[in-house]
């Protein structure tokens, strides 16, 4: 039997990972295929839908167990040997290192109770997150591999597990492990691979750029008629709604903004949004499931979606709001360059923008002929078409997998 293991922080469970149930519509080549929310706590309830025939066997990572179970760990000790001698140690990262191999040894521990490891002759884990998840799928090889399993360890990667300086004391540990074990590293983004391949040049060959996409919901080019901004996030600091709010409070012109998701920022945002001048109008919808968000897309009026986060990988939003044709405003951060192409399906801000630097790339877009215009909302379609497609991405992806 050929068993895919796929190892994902709450997905089914919970919120978040919204995007996987796209992806694994085009699982293929493996008689069986079972997903391990490594982050459930007691009292989550599963919240998606599986495909049909696949199976949900949730583990946990956080919580039970304690450090003196992994601080005398040969792998731990060389990590924290290399911090010491490259003097890069500190208290705090000596933490997130333990934390982390403890939670990636509590997930081991519940992965080796999976069923079918024992009848399977092939197993491919693969690791949503390049982060404790994908140390355990290492652990996991490991003990299949004593016990003659043919295995594969691959590992996607996105923004916060590439990018060492956005992390909490600078620091993502074990690394070099985690290269050592993954037989491929599949970064979302151009962007995020160059970076791989920087820090880690020793691995280069194990790291192969595949994108994420989204499904063809069809098309609704841009529209103004009525100038509409439409966002959708979760409200969170990384997200900066505040900053469009801020920026609105220059506009001198007739705005709807629309805002889709909720979050522990919203109340602050709304208080914002409640100040803005008698142009702006301001719309919160809250929270919605991905199918209505496409039927709200295929409905309404929207003249440019914008996106202002200070770190992306590329943003799964910008490309639902890019296949339906409409423009898009963002600022150039992580990968988000190879979707947003300035003056040609969008314009790009710097990730540290003026609010009227914002409110100059609205007018840009307001400005526009009719026939300029338009050219934008095909190109922001056929830029999605070319290199965010599900059907394209997904398929040449799992067909890289089941090899």
């Known amino acids: ?76 000790i060389k990590e924290m ?16 290192l333990l934390f982390f191999a403890k939670n990636a040894a509590n997930i081991y521990a519940s992965l080796k109770n999976l069923p079918y490891l024992k009848d399977a002759g092939s197993v491919t ?37 590439i990018h060492a300086e956005r992390a909490k004391y600078g620091y993502l540990p074990m690394r070099s492990f985690l290269f050592k074990n993954c037989d491929r590293v599949f970064p979302c983004s151009f962007d995020g691979g160059a970076v791989l391949k920087k820090e880690f040049p020793a691995y280069a060959d194990k790291v192969r750029v595949s994108r994420l996409g989204t499904e063809d919901h069809g098309v609704k080019y841009g529209s103004r008629k ?20 801020e920026a609105l409070g220059k506009a001198d012109f007739p705005v709807i903004w629309t805002h889709i998701g909720s979050g522990p920022l919203e109340q602050e945002v709304r208080s914002a949004a409640a100040a803005l001048p008698e142009c702006v109008r301001c719309e919160f919808k809250g929270a919605m499931e991905n199918a209505e968000i496409m039927d709200y897309y295929k409905k309404s009026d929207i003249s440019v979606f914008v996106n202002v986060s200070s770190s992306e990988g590329i943003p799964v939003s910008i490309m639902e709001a890019c296949s339906f044709g409409i423009p898009v405003v963002a600022t150039g951060v992580g990968g988000t360059r ?66």
């Open 338 to 403: 190879e979707i947003v192409r300035e003056g040609e399906n969008g314009f790009l801000l710097d990730k540290d923008f003026t609010a009227d630097e914002f409110i100059d790339k609205l007018k840009a877009v307001r400005d526009l002929s009719d026939t300029e215009y338009e050219r934008m909302c095909k190109k922001s379609r056929l830029i999605w078409q070319d290199g965010f497609s599900a059907e394209k991405n997904y398929g040449e992806f799992y067909g890289v997998l089941a090899k």
């Open 226 to 245: 009525k100038f509409r901004i439409v966002s959708c996030s979760y409200i969170v600091p990384v997200k900066r709604l505040n900053l469009i709010a």
């Open 1 to 76: 039997m050929n068993l895919l293991v796929l190892l994902t922080s709450s997905f089914p469970y919970g919120k978040g990972e919204e995007f996987l149930a796209n992806e694994l519509n085009y699982i293929s080549g493996f008689d069986r295929a079972v997903v391990c929310p490594c982050g459930v706590k007691p009292g989550d309830i599963q919240t998606k839908r599986l495909k049909s025939g696949m199976e949900c066997f949730p583990v946990s990572g956080c919580g039970g167990g304690s450090y003196a179970r992994v601080i005398f760990n040969k792998n731990v």
């Open 81 to 96: 040997a290399s911090l010491l001698f490259s003097g890069r140690f500190s208290a705090g990262r000596a933490h997130e």
């Open 125 to 161: 884990i693969y690791s949503y997150w390049f982060y404790d998840e994908a140390a355990a799928g290492a652990l996991l090889k490991g003990c299949l591999e004593k016990h003659g399993k043919r295995v594969r360890l691959v590992s996607r990667a996105h923004g916060f597990d």
